[in-house]
Each structure stands twice: as structure tokens, then as C-alpha cells.
């Protein structure tokens, strides 16, 4: 048996003991500096909208005046986007993972597929802008209205809401999938029945993640034309629009010539933070309130 030096082992213990603090130290240190840096910002962002916020704000129309300016129909924008982008998100999204994770056969096909969704999740945004471009805006010729705007941040967010589901639809347990086919259920009739309930908390949670990422996007809508003028207030589909981050896009660059309209930025900024805020924790609610444990 060789023989174990006491003296060598202590050192090694003691060098093991020093990495891990040191990496401990490092980890801790990261994570302060991203605190800080977010509790900067959103000390800057907050007290620059003091003041601005107020019911004439939420409910105005946009002006070229600051002291008059509203952000009703950037409000307004943005409801009617994710009227088109919620519908279209979940029926595509989800009825493409029930298809790669319950009826696709496993093969080179279903690799290529699930492989080129994975890649498309990570793609920047800008490229789906020129998609819409070029499929909905030039393509089909529908312009640059709500609905163009709609399918094109469909396209960005649609990997995301398939990955999601395909995992939900992976966490249920095959034992229910397989009491289901010993009643004398169809492969539908398990799906609908069966999978679909016990993976809707983790797909709702995707959906809605991916529709709070959806909000805060621009690139995709600067690049089709999304203006942010002093348009009417949308009433359907096929008005032109202008949502929350491109109005913040729009005011921020304004603001090198007049100072109040970082202001309005910082207040529109505020409205955007806690619509995603209320969206983010609905989807926690419904992961906490919906979610079954087999």
C-alpha cells in the first residue's frame, strides 16, 4: 500500500480551501456589481419620471409638446400587437412541439427540425425584422401596420414558446401517457385529455415569457417601419401603430435636442417595467397555483 504523507494531503486541502474561496469571492463580486448596476439604473430611470407620470400621461395622445405629450397610443400599440402575437404564438408554437414530441417519428428529419428551432431561439432580433420585411411588409404588401408588425414578432418569439412546451411536454410522466392507451384512449384523446393538462402550467409559463420578451423588443419593428408619429390611436389590425419601446427608442434619441423628452423616456420606461413586472409574476402564479407534482 503506498503510503499517504500527512503533510501533502494538508497542503492539498488547504490549496482546495483557497480556490474555493477565491472563486466564492469572485461569484459574490459579480453578482454585486450586476445589483448595483441595476439599482443604479432603476434609481435614474424612477427619478427622472417623478413627476411625468400621471393620469393625462396614460391616457394622452402623442405631442410634439412635452408638458402634452401621452402614451395612450403606444398603450394602445401594444395591446393590439400582442392580440395578433398571443393567438398565433400559442397556436403555432404549441402545435409544433405537441408534433416534434408526440407524433413525429425519431429520425434525422425530427433532429434536423428540433436542431434548426434551437438555433432559430438564439438568432438576433434584427434578422426577423428583415424577414417581415421582406415576407409581410413587401411580400404580401400588408405595409407597415399592426398586423405585419404582429406576424413578425411572432416569427422572433415562436422558438422560445416551442422549446418551452416541447419541455412541458417532456416532464410528464410516460405512466399516465401509457394508462391512457390501456383505457382504450387515441393518440389524440391522450394528448387533449391527458399530456396537454399536466404540461399547461410550464407552456402558459413559456407563452408568457415569451410574449414579456416580445413587448420589450424594437429592432424587428424599426426595421420594417413602425413610426412613431403623431399618429391616430390604432382601432383594428390594419392601422399603423407605435408601441412602448419604440416610443422610449424614439424619445431617448429626442432628447439630445430637447431635454424634457428623456423624462417622458423615463416614464414610459416606468409603465414598461411594471407590465412586465405584473406579466412575469402571472407566470410565476400560474407555475406556483397550476402545477402538479406525479
Given at each position: 500500500m503506498k503510503h499517504v504523507d500527512a503533510a501533502q494531503v494538508q497542503k492539498n486541502m488547504g490549496s482546495r480551501l483557497l480556490i474555493n474561496k477565491m472563486a466564492r469571492t469572485l461569484f459574490l463580486f459579480a453578482t454585486l456589481f450586476g445589483l448595483v448596476v441595476l439599482i443604479v439604473l432603476?434609481?435614474?430611470v424612477?427619478?427622472?419620471?417623478?413627476g411625468w407620470i400621471d393620469f393625462n400621461f396614460l391616457t394622452g395622445k402623442l405631442h410634439t409638446d412635452p408638458e402634452k405629450?401621452?402614451?395612450?397610443?403606444?398603450?394602445?400599440?401594444?395591446?393590439?400587437l400582442m392580440a395578433v402575437v398571443a393567438p398565433v404564438t400559442m397556436f403555432l408554437g404549441i402545435g409544433t412541439a405537441i408534433y416534434l414530441e408526440e407524433y413525429a417519428k425519431k429520425g434525422r428529419l425530427q433532429s434536423f427540425i428540433q436542431t434548426n428551432i434551437s438555433n432559430l431561439a438564439g438568432v438576433p432580433s434584427i434578422v426577423f425584422g428583415i424577414l417581415g420585411?421582406?415576407?409581410?411588409?413587401?411580400?404580401?404588401?400588408?405595409?407597415a401596420i399592426i398586423l405585419a408588425g404582429g406576424l413578425t414578432m411572432s416569427l422572433l418569439v415562436l422558438p422560445i414558446v416551442v422549446v418551452a412546451s416541447q419541455e412541458a411536454l417532456?416532464?410528464?410522466p410516460g405512466y399516465l401517457r401509457?394508462?391512457?392507451?390501456a383505457m382504450g384512449a387515441t393518440k389524440w384523446q391522450t394528448v387533449k385529455n391527458v399530456v396537454l393538462p399536466a404540461a399547461l402550467p410550464g407552456i402558459l409559463t413559456g407563452v408568457i415569457l415569451a410574449l414579456s420578451r416580445a413587448i420589450g423588443e424594437t429592432a424587428p419593428l424599426i426595421v420594417i417601419g413602425i413610426p412613431a408619429l403623431l399618429i391616430p390611436i390604432p382601432d383594428s389590425v390594419f392601422d399603423k401603430f407605435t408601441i412602448l419601446p419604440l416610443q422610449i427608442y424614439y424619445w431617448t434619441i429626442d432628447s439630445a435636442l430637447t431635454t424634457e423628452y428623456a423624462n417622458l423616456a423615463a416614464a414610459t420606461?416606468?409603465?414598461?417595467?411594471?407590465?412586465?413586472?405584473l406579466m412575469n409574476s402571472i407566470a410565476v402564479f400560474i407555475r406556483n397555483k397550476f402545477q402538479k407534482r406525479y
Open positions: 432603476i434609481y435614474r424612477f427619478s427622472e419620471s417623478l405629450a401621452g402614451i395612450m397610443g403606444a398603450i394602445s400599440g401594444t395591446l393590439w420585411l421582406t415576407l409581410f411588409v413587401r411580400g404580401i404588401d400588408l405595409g417532456r416532464a410528464v401509457e394508462a391512457s392507451y420606461i416606468v409603465v414598461l417595467l411594471i407590465t412586465l413586472f
